[in-house]
């Protein structure tokens, strides 16, 4: 937990004194998010590829003051983007000391902070909130109920002696405890459609009503949501006056482009081990194959948690196949992408039909990536020298019980593989492991070129004429 300034008010008489105003959060966001975008700084720390599509909406819709809703398929960076809404946040806000809706001290909202307000005057206790703590988010799973979100009547209050029509004898839920902040609700058409109707209060009126009777709570939240577009018919949907009382519904997407795909990826990736940018693009255009296939059920998506799985699955292969060379430092190389497929052939939904042929079209695809990366990589390269060279006799093998310099030294000195690494991001002054990355891409590529051969076993790949 971040320190409170010890320079800040402690009552509701020096708040007064020192002239501080009260700010919805709608307009705190409004205002925060304006200076942010004068002053040229980014608003949106961490996400990636929405800069001309999914930011300039999500930005008209906060400055609009609207509730929003994202709308995408698993895996877009819904959830990501709803949770640096924090950072539009002031780092520190004003509360009553012991409130249980963080009631703004010169605007109490429930009885019990009205009636502690009139007793105590300026010598109301104030503490203050961090911007990580007005940021609430929930889940929406099949048994959620009302009292989760609204609140409910709190027996052990009732049995203190309250009448059951005290508003004082309500526990407040999820929403009311997140007054003067920011409320963040995954997955909404998971919720019951009954428990959605609760909401509709809260979102147009700002009051709630429990157990039949109606508490009015001014309460200032900002509503936002994620939802699949395929709920709507698939596992529910968001009932039409809800949506109605959505200000925007914005429409998220994966990365429109490899860069994108490959910083999400780098951004994202808790990497064991070494991967070049070439097999990060590989694996960026594996999963944009992956997307475009028609044997892979669309309607499902292809998360960014994929590539990001692809990325720390090759990491992993490349630290044990150093561990059982004695190479370092370990460094990813093509052959480590075979470990992709099987790793995570789960993670995919297939078209009905596809059944035992998953891995296939597995590997299809992921070969396919790795020509086309190669092709950019390496275009307009002559590569002649190197399929001479092999077919003259160097066979190069490959596999997790060969190094990198074993790798290169089946090779007689070809200008072509300084060329190769420099294309591949590395220089001939490099560890023999990134060296010997870019040549063996080279290589893949020639046999999937069919200028080569492979011939592989259990643990080792020999390319050859």
Same mark, same amino acid.
């Given at each position: 937990?971040?320190?409170?300034?010890?320079?800040?008010?402690?009552?509701?008489?020096?708040?007064?004194a020192?002239?501080?105003?009260s700010?919805g959060?709608?307009?705190?966001?409004?205002?925060n998010?304006?200076?942010?975008?004068?002053?040229?700084r980014?608003?949106w720390?961490?996400?990636?590829?929405?800069?001309?599509?999914?930011?300039?909406? @999500?930005?008209?819709?906060?400055?609009?003051?609207?509730?929003v809703?994202?709308l995408g398929?698993r895996g877009q960076?819904?959830t990501r983007?709803l949770?640096?809404?924090?950072?539009?946040?002031?780092?520190?806000?004003?509360v009553?000391?012991g409130s249980?809706l963080?009631?703004?001290p010169?605007?109490p909202?429930?009885?019990?902070?009205?009636?502690?307000?009139?007793e105590?005057?300026?010598d109301?206790?104030v503490?203050?909130?961090?911007?990580d703590q007005r940021y609430?988010e929930?889940?929406a799973?099949?048994?959620?109920s009302?009292?989760?979100l609204?609140g409910?009547v709190?027996?052990?209050?009732?049995?203190?002696g309250?009448?059951?029509?005290?508003?004082e004898?309500?526990?407040?839920?999820?929403?009311?405890?997140?007054h003067r902040?920011?409320?963040?609700?995954?997955?909404?058409?998971?919720?019951a459609?009954?428990?959605?109707?609760?909401?509709?209060?809260?979102?147009e009126e700002?009051?709630?009503?429990?157990r039949?009777?109606?508490l009015r709570?001014?309460?200032?939240?900002?509503?936002?949501?994620?939802a699949?577009?395929?709920?709507?018919?698939?596992?529910g949907?968001?009932?039409t006056p809800?949506k109605?009382?959505?200000?925007?519904e914005i429409?998220?997407?994966?990365p429109?482009?490899?860069?994108a795909?490959?910083?999400?990826?780098?951004?994202e990736?808790?990497l064991v081990?070494?991967?070049?940018e070439?097999?990060?693009?590989?694996l960026?255009?594996?999963?944009?194959?992956?997307?475009e296939?028609?044997v892979v059920?669309?309607?499902?998506?292809?998360s960014?948690?994929?590539?990001v799985a692809?990325?720390?699955?090759?990491?992993?292969a490349?630290?044990?196949?150093?561990?059982?060379?004695g190479?370092?430092?370990?460094?990813?190389?093509?052959?480590?992408l075979?470990?992709?497929?099987?790793?995570l052939?789960?993670?995919?939904?297939?078209?009905?039909g596809?059944?035992?042929?998953?891995t296939?079209?597995?590997?299809h695809?992921?070969?396919?990536?790795?020509?086309?990366?190669?092709r950019?990589r @390496?275009?307009?390269?002559?590569?002649r020298p190197?399929?001479?060279?092999v077919?003259?006799?160097?066979?190069?093998?490959?596999?997790e019980?060969?190094?990198?310099?074993?790798?290169?030294?089946?090779?007689?000195?070809?200008?072509?593989l300084?060329?190769?690494?420099q294309?591949?991001?590395?220089?001939?002054?490099?560890?023999?492991?990134?060296?010997?990355a870019?040549?063996?891409?080279?290589?893949?590529?020639l046999?999937l070129?069919?200028?080569?051969a492979?011939d592989?076993?259990?643990?080792?790949?020999?390319?050859g004429p």
């Amino acid at each position: 937990m971040t320190p409170v300034p010890e320079n800040l008010p402690r009552t509701a008489g020096e708040l007064r004194a020192a002239g501080y105003t009260s700010r919805g959060i709608k307009t705190e966001i409004h205002d925060n998010l304006l200076t942010a975008l004068r002053e040229g700084r980014d608003p949106w720390p961490g996400i990636v590829g929405f800069d001309r599509t999914v930011l300039p909406q @999500f930005e008209r819709a906060l400055l609009a003051g609207h509730d929003v809703v994202l709308l995408g398929e698993r895996g877009q960076g819904k959830t990501r983007l709803l949770r640096t809404l924090a950072g539009l946040l002031d780092e520190w806000t004003p509360v009553i000391e012991g409130s249980e809706l963080a009631e703004h001290p010169l605007e109490p909202i429930t009885p019990a902070s009205r009636r502690r307000a009139a007793e105590l005057g300026d010598d109301l206790p104030v503490t203050w909130l961090h911007r990580d703590q007005r940021y609430t988010e929930k889940l929406a799973t099949p048994d959620t109920s009302v009292g989760d979100l609204i609140g409910d009547v709190d027996p052990v209050k009732v049995a203190e002696g309250r009448s059951l029509g005290d508003p004082e004898t309500i526990h407040f839920g999820l929403v009311p405890r997140a007054h003067r902040g920011i409320v963040a609700i995954n997955e909404l058409p998971d919720l019951a459609e009954r428990i959605q109707v609760a909401l509709l209060n809260v979102m147009e009126e700002r009051d709630i009503q429990i157990r039949g009777y109606t508490l009015r709570l001014p309460l200032d939240v900002l509503l936002v949501a994620t939802a699949n577009p395929e709920d709507y018919t698939n596992r529910g949907r968001i009932i039409t006056p809800l949506k109605d009382r959505f200000g925007a519904e914005i429409r998220t997407h994966y990365p429109l482009t490899v860069e994108a795909e490959v910083d999400v990826v780098r951004q994202e990736a808790n990497l064991v081990a070494e991967v070049g940018e070439p097999l990060l693009e590989v694996l960026a255009r594996f999963v944009r194959n992956l997307r475009e296939s028609a044997v892979v059920d669309q309607r499902s998506g292809v998360s960014a948690r994929f590539a990001v799985a692809a990325a720390e699955t090759v990491a992993a292969a490349a630290l044990r196949r150093a561990a059982l060379t004695g190479e370092h430092p370990a460094v990813a190389r093509p052959v480590d992408l075979e470990a992709v497929p099987a790793v995570l052939r789960g993670k995919i939904e297939f078209e009905p039909g596809e059944e035992g042929r998953e891995t296939e079209h597995l590997v299809h695809l992921l070969r396919r990536a790795v020509a086309e990366t190669a092709r950019e990589r @390496f275009g307009g390269l002559n590569l002649r020298p190197l399929v001479e060279a092999v077919s003259g006799g160097h066979l190069v093998a490959t596999g997790e019980r060969v190094p990198g310099a074993d790798l290169l030294a089946a090779l007689p000195e070809l200008p072509v593989l300084h060329e190769v690494a420099q294309r591949a991001g590395a220089s001939a002054q490099d560890e023999p492991g990134r060296i010997a990355a870019a040549v063996e891409l080279a290589l893949e590529s020639l046999y999937l070129a069919r200028q080569l051969a492979k011939d592989s076993d259990d643990a080792t790949t020999v390319y050859g004429p």
